[in-house]
């Protein structure tokens, strides 16, 4: 497949992406006079911007992996399906937090947390640059080799580590401490998906048992 292809389904992908968070932040909250809404998607499109002109100029093999998002496994697109719905109506919240005044999130609160937002989409790109294989789906791919240098060489699994920053920042940055409650949920579904992962790691991909003794984290130094 040639880059434009890839290029063309990159873009319409984000921008739907960002079209469904759109709707789902300033309905509830019933005006587009939310600056909290604008200034997330804002900043989730230029990170995604960043993040898919990287890959086509470095990896676009793997920017087309990362297109994929029909899972193989049956318990792993049951556990998509429960967590798209449950994003879904994450994201409603801060909407209607706003529109009824529940939450007074700090200005220099909102600021740190887009710049957690900076460092996951960095981190989220240092590992694909370390990892050619890191696709959205759960698989081991054709000549699919182990990984255990720079962020592997600290945890098992950094994309997770950074996704959850992004996902953690998102209430404070869209100013609303209630959408905390629904996303203090993610990190149940991560170690649900990460058991099931490692479970396909440690059958079908040489030297795995040998890095996970090596690298004892999964998700966060020091304690998972």
């Known amino acids: 497949m040639s880059s434009r292809p890839i290029l063309i389904q990159a873009v319409i992908k984000a921008l739907l992406s960002v079209?469904?968070?759109g709707v789902l932040i300033f309905l509830p909250a019933g005006t587009l006079r939310f600056p909290n809404g604008w200034l997330f998607l804002i900043?989730?499109?230029?990170?995604m911007s960043v993040t898919m002109v990287y890959l086509l100029k470095k990896d676009p093999e793997l920017l087309r992996k990362r297109l994929q998002l029909k899972e193989r496994q049956k318990q792993q697109k049951s556990l998509m399906k429960?967590?798209?719905i449950f994003?879904?109506?994450a994201y409603t919240l801060p909407g209607f937090d706003y529109r009824f005044g529940w939450s007074q999130v700090p200005l220099w609160l909102v600021i740190l947390a887009v710049l957690i937002m900076i460092l996951g989409y960095a981190l989220f790109i240092e590992v694909m640059r370390e990892n050619s294989y890191a696709s959205r789906i759960i698989e081991i791919q054709e000549g699919q080799k182990l990984i255990d240098t720079g962020l592997y060489g600290i945890i098992r699994h950094p994309m997770y580590a950074a996704a959850l920053l992004i996902y953690l920042a998102s209430p404070?940055?869209?100013?609303?401490f209630y959408m905390i409650i629904p996303i203090?949920?993610?990190p149940v579904i991560l170690v649900i998906r990460i058991q099931n992962e490692e479970e396909l790691l440690l059958n079908e991909l040489p030297g795995y048992e040998a890095y996970r003794k090596k690298v004892r984290y999964?998700?966060?130094?020091?304690?998972w």
């Open 172 to 176: 404070f940055v869209l100013g609303s």
């Open 19 to 21: 079209l469904v968070l």
């Open 218 to 223: 999964r998700l966060i130094p020091g304690i």
């Open 43 to 47: 900043t989730l499109y230029v990170l």
């Open 184 to 186: 203090l949920l993610l």
């Open 82 to 84: 429960f967590t798209a």
């Open 87 to 89: 994003f879904l109506l």
